[in-house]
């Protein structure tokens, strides 16, 4: 568990160089104002779902895959709350950078996400039994 808060942590950090960096070279038209509140908001919802799927598994190891797929349902709950309430409070308005914030909102959805997935396979390996391939 420390490993991955670790590299959540190293993840993260990186991420929000290259956001800082691309909003010093071209601003507001490419980087959204909200670019900080979005990164601060998957990096906690990404600890928050690997937490809960480590509860989950250490009551009971059989458990892994449907603790997995519910924290992943969850993830794409939020994130789908987070972009409704941000487009009823007003961001579907001209001028607020709409398309800025969606892009920005998915490709940190999709960054977290696959950083997750990387994570847990690169975890698993060590627990695969030698010579128990299934066909």
């Known amino acids: 568990m420390n490993r991955f808060l670790r590299n959540l942590l190293i993840f993260s950090l990186l991420l929000g160089a290259g956001i800082y960096a691309l909003r010093v070279q071209f601003g507001a038209a490419v980087v959204h104002p909200s670019a900080g509140w979005l990164l601060l908001f998957f990096a906690v919802l990404?600890?928050?779902?690997?937490?809960?799927?480590?509860?989950?598994?250490?009551?009971?190891?059989?458990?892994l895959m449907t603790a997995w797929f519910s924290t992943t349902a969850l993830r794409l709950v939020l994130a789908l709350g987070t972009i409704v309430t941000y487009l009823v409070r007003g961001g579907a308005k001209a001028g607020n950078s709409t398309w800025t914030f969606l892009g920005l909102f998915f490709l940190l959805y999709?960054?977290?996400?696959?950083?997750?997935?990387?994570?847990?396979?690169?975890?698993?390996?060590?627990f695969s039994k030698p010579g128990s391939e299934e066909v």
């Open 46 to 63: 990404t600890g928050i779902t690997f937490w809960l799927t480590w509860r989950a598994y250490q009551r009971n190891p059989e458990s």
């Open 110 to 126: 999709f960054l977290y996400t696959g950083f997750e997935v990387w994570n847990v396979v690169t975890n698993l390996r060590p």
